[in-house]
């Protein structure tokens, strides 16, 4: 089948999937913005009382961080993100095209929903909230590299978007934690943006990055987290496809059964 012709009948059959991993990219926007200007912000009363009681950066971002890692489980877990898999990342959704769970139409649309949504979302917040997400505190929550550099950052988050998609995979094919598996990421996504924010500003997300780059027109390295998240997430993938033979999916599906697990989508017409 010509792939234009395979794009538009997955986009007639796979909408839903589409919109749903837009809305759930928009949806981590929005929270991880607002969490960040009510923490960060000099004006927030609850950042004054915060640091009135001598709390640090890295005590604020304890509530950031349990509160970002619960929007991922709800989102999870939400019927629409079991819909279409809830991946809102396109490092996930390609690891699962190369585990032969998702067709390439469906690829291509995931990614431009996943990197429609986040831009929406940035634009929108910058649109109502920009004087005050544009705070230097704030900006709008660019992932930079820390203090160490970009070598250190591309290393970081290399190294975490490793491990989450090590997590995910063991957890998905494990009869026991499978149902588990968003509680396990979005324990990570909390520790993660907790431990390893200084050092690369805790991305795992290229639609992610990129959303908040062009709302802050500020495109310094980011290179790196276009690069880096998918390429570890593959190498963990390839990893563990070696440890763990994974059966493709069935040609005319795109993925396993929500039901079975929250993270593979199942756009079957």
Request: avoid cysteine; glycine fraction near 10%; proline fraction near 7%.
């Amino acid at each position: 089948m010509p792939l234009l012709t395979e794009l538009i009948l997955a986009l007639r059959r796979h909408w839903p999937y589409y919109l749903a991993e837009a809305v759930g990219l928009g949806v981590f926007m929005l929270s991880s913005s607002l969490l960040t200007l009510a923490l960060e912000h000099p004006a927030s009363g609850l950042h004054q009382a915060l640091v009135a009681q001598g709390a640090g950066e890295m005590l604020r971002r304890v509530p950031l961080g349990v509160g970002m890692g619960l929007v991922i489980v709800g989102l999870a877990y939400h019927p629409w993100g079991k819909r279409s898999g809830a991946h809102i990342n396109p490092a996930v959704t390609l690891a699962f095209w190369q585990l032969g769970k998702m067709r390439r139409a469906d690829v291509f649309w995931y990614i431009l929903a996943q990197a429609g949504g986040g831009l929406a979302a940035a634009l929108l917040l910058k649109a109502g909230l920009g004087t005050y997400l544009g705070h230097p505190r704030i900006n709008f929550t660019v992932t930079q590299p820390g203090p160490d550099g970009a070598a250190l950052a591309f290393a970081a988050e290399f190294g975490i978007s490793f491990v989450l998609m090590l997590v995910l995979l063991l957890t998905l094919h494990s009869a026991r934690l499978k149902k588990a598996s968003g509680w396990f990421i979005g324990a990570l996504i909390t520790g993660y943006i907790i431990w390893e924010t200084p050092y690369s500003g805790m991305s795992l997300n290229p639609a992610r990055s990129l959303a908040s780059a062009v709302a802050a027109r500020n495109f310094a390295d980011l290179w790196l987290y276009l690069v880096a998240p998918p390429t570890a997430m593959g190498l963990a993938t390839a990893l563990f496809q070696r440890l763990h033979p994974v059966r493709a999916a069935d040609p005319g599906r795109a993925g396993e059964s929500a039901g079975e697990s929250p993270h593979y989508p199942n756009p079957a017409p």
